[in-house]
């Protein structure tokens, strides 16, 4: 089982700065890749920003230079850093990871998320 705990989110006036963390723990035996995902009330959820293992980033065209993440592979972890917020950027962001995981004796490749963490920015 492979668990991912969110943490950083909150309310912020636009044009402010959040980071959010994600930390997997778990039975993981290697990342492939760990990112962010959001979901704004009445939209589809959406890949914002990520990082692979061998440092390929992506940042959504709509967040590009403003929302970036960063993984570090030792620590299991994922960051967002987020600068020059706005309103539109308010959802609940989710951590995702795509790592090999062992269960049940066997390894195979899954997708995992975390629990969510609101990010409100006022206007």
């Known amino acids: 089982q492979v668990t991912l705990v969110e943490s950083g989110g909150g309310l912020v006036q636009a044009g402010g700065s959040l980071n959010l963390s994600c930390e997997a723990s778990?039975?993981?035996?290697?990342?492939?890749?760990m990112g962010w995902y959001r979901q704004a009330p009445g939209k589809q959820r959406e890949l914002v920003a990520s990082?692979?293992?061998?440092?390929?980033?992506y940042s959504a065209d709509s967040v590009k230079g403003r929302l970036t993440a960063s993984m570090d592979k030792a620590k299991k972890s994922v960051y967002l850093q987020m600068n020059s917020l706005k309103s539109e950027d308010t959802a609940v962001y989710y951590c995702?990871?795509?790592?090999?995981?062992?269960?049940?004796?066997?390894?195979?490749?899954?997708?995992?998320w975390g629990q969510g963490t609101q990010v409100t920015v006022s206007s």
């Open positions: 995702n990871a795509d790592v090999l995981a062992e269960f049940s004796g066997k390894v195979k490749q899954q997708e995992f």
């Open positions: 778990g039975s993981i035996v290697n990342i492939n890749a």
């Open positions: 990082e692979t293992v061998t440092h390929i980033t």
